[in-house]
């Protein structure tokens, strides 16, 4: 039977929307992308900047709700059923800690621990032991919540879902401690796209010209690397749960061969400085050492928040496990799910703690010159190649790229499955989540625009913030259960609140990442108040909010710059680009209202018998 005439107006309203919406969020997310570009570039912003860029990011999220109001529409009239996912356990106690080690000991070790261990001295071993220890702390309260949450039957997959057992799935709390963790993954996985990139085209054909590598090979391996990991990284974001497996064995094995190069290479500095480490107990950071000790740890939690991406696993790991090797001396000893994944956490931390100790000990030995070391890019590189020669410079450059694809692929995963969280627990459409992947990978694609030291910090920032709510959520979790406060609470009580000590000491470093983290937090609070509203109050908002950029943009006027990469691509001025903004920014919301007059007064009519 054909569809009613007001059904065929809905759908094509629906359709002029999609393609709007399409061509919108390319359009905005390229012009927000060369903007962010030049304000990098630039180092300043006038008031005329910012509001471009909040313009900008309005009309790409307004593109992005004119696209999902398709599918969303549809799915009210013609829903299917959905198939439940079925997760099948793949991996013991062995392959969650080489997991756990990959993850935690990746790209920023060859750049952070150097520069560290040479700036800081004695106050730089304390700040990596605290920061394990803290890591520690917060390992076994993740062990105690997810005991407390299997217990109860709820979900408990990631830190996040701890803090959404204990204070509910609808509050402010968890909508930030996830939202938290989706940006300090994806800043990491864009630091580590960064130092990727310039190794492989700054110091890969350095290192290959010294092997007689030159001309087309030289450019064809280059790039063989380069699409690799781009290949590898979207395979796994589109096969995961197929590739789990495979995943698994490959992280075994390049952990396996990472921890030996790091260990060899370390071993070998540290011999040829003749294991020198005279200097080590002379602070010459500057401020006093205790006061730099808070600061650095902050700083230092970067090398091992990684730990957690163990409990990201929980859908993946067999109930129980043996536990190597204490089932070689118990035979047919095994622990339970609950008990070896914090097993497996707690020895994370520590094999990264000793390896980074001993890499650090072992670069300071060789008293390498404080300015060479903070200039170069990589100093982890320029250390082997100066005190050890071509070949260890070959060996750690291996290394690297294992590390780096140990780092980004997990980080970038990670950030997708917290994106995809928010879609599942109905903050976002689910034609939107499904795509969490795509939106990630933009994210990481404008924050890679950025400076190294930004995205370490705003993801030190971000991960504290964080990980303090998270580890908070243990006191509220006994709360909810009626449990008075007790011992129990403690633990708990000073891990989150050091978090947030650590996190705030950022400030001392930079004090604009902190601005910039508080206010990412501020506006994920903003989000949840307007994703309260519903789908018609985020269409109504982002209406507006496109629409009152319109006198800003008039109020606080931009000098017309020259066309970034993206809008070189288009055969149009800077003066026309410009102008295609504020068109958009008119069109694009009035599509948004009229789509939600067509949902409001069409699709949710209901339709006469029979029809």
């Not at 680009?577 to 209202?593: H, K």
């Amino acid at each position: 039977m054909p569809l009613p005439k007001r059904y065929i107006g809905a759908l094509a309203v629906k359709v002029v929307a999609l393609v709007v919406g399409l061509a919108v969020s390319v359009y905005a997310t390229g012009y927000l992308y060369d903007e962010v570009t030049y304000l990098a570039q630039r180092g300043a912003a006038s008031l005329g900047d910012v509001v471009v860029v909040v313009a900008a990011m309005s009309l790409a999220l307004t593109g992005v709700a004119l696209i999902a109001s398709l599918p969303e529409s549809l799915r009210v009239r013609f829903r299917r059923p959905r198939r439940a996912h079925r997760f099948k356990p793949v991996y013991g106690f062995g392959t969650v800690l080489a997991i756990g080690v990959g993850a935690t000991l990746g790209s920023p070790l060859f750049i952070l621990i150097p520069q560290n261990i040479v700036q800081y001295e004695f106050v730089s071993l304390g700040s990596l032991l605290a920061a394990a220890l803290l890591s520690v702390l917060m390992a076994k309260v993740y062990a105690d919540m997810y005991s407390e949450s299997r217990n109860r039957g709820m979900d408990a997959v990631g830190g996040p879902s701890f803090t959404k057992t204990a204070v509910g799935v609808r509050s402010v709390r968890y909508f930030v401690s996830r939202v938290s963790m989706w940006v300090a993954n994806t800043a990491l996985a864009a630091y580590s796209k960064i130092v990727f990139l310039i190794f492989d085209f700054e110091y890969l054909p350095g290192i290959l010209t010294g092997f007689g590598v030159r001309g087309q090979a030289e450019v064809l391996i280059i790039y063989a690397i380069a699409i690799s990991l781009i290949a590898w990284t979207v395979l796994d974001s589109l096969y995961e749960q197929r590739l789990l497996s495979f995943t698994g064995l490959l992280q075994i094995f390049l952990t396996v061969i990472f921890v030996a190069i790091l260990l060899y290479d370390s071993a070998l500095l540290g011999s040829v400085g003749h294991w020198n480490l005279s200097g080590l107990l002379s602070y010459t950071g500057g401020s006093s050492w205790p006061y730099a000790l808070v600061i650095n740890t902050g700083y230092l939690y970067l090398l091992f928040f990684g730990f957690q991406e163990i409990q990201s696993l929980e859908r993946d790991v067999h109930d129980s496990s043996s536990v190597v090797p204490v089932s070689w001396i118990k035979k047919g000893y095994k622990l339970g799910k609950a008990s070896y994944l914090g097993v497996a956490m707690i020895l994370t931390v520590v094999i990264a703690a000793a390896i980074n100790i001993f890499y650090g000990l072992a670069v300071f030995s060789v008293h390498p010159g404080y300015s060479a070391v903070m200039q170069v890019q990589i100093p982890a590189l320029y250390l082997a190649s100066d005190y050890l020669g071509p070949a260890q410079e070959l060996l750690m450059a291996i290394a690297f790229l294992i590390a780096t694809v140990t780092t980004f692929v997990p980080a970038f995963l990670a950030a997708t499955r917290h994106l995809a969280a928010l879609g599942e627990d109905g903050y976002m459409p689910s034609s939107l989540a499904s795509l969490s992947w795509l939106f990630t990978l933009v994210s990481i694609f404008l924050l890679a625009v950025g400076n190294q030291n930004f995205l370490v910090e705003i993801t030190d920032f971000m991960v504290l913030a964080s990980l303090g709510i998270i580890s908070l959520s243990a006191i509220w979790l006994r709360r909810s259960r009626g449990v008075a406060y007790g011992r129990a609470d403690i633990l708990p009580a000073v891990v989150g609140v050091s978090c947030f000590i650590a996190g705030g000491a950022v400030y001392f470093i930079s004090s604009s990442v902190v601005v910039f983290g508080a206010l990412a937090i501020l506006f994920a609070y903003l989000a949840f108040d307007i994703l309260e509203l519903g789908a018609l109050g985020v269409q109504l908002f982002l209406s507006v909010l496109s629409l009152a950029c319109l006198p800003l943009l008039e109020l606080f006027p931009q000098v017309v710059q020259a066309k970034g990469q993206f809008l070189s691509l288009l055969p149009i001025s800077a003066a026309d680009a410009q102008a295609a903004l504020w068109g958009m920014l008119i069109v694009a919301p009035v599509i948004l209202l009229l789509n939600l007059y067509v949902d409001a007064s069409v699709l949710n009519r209901r339709s006469p018998a029979g029809s």
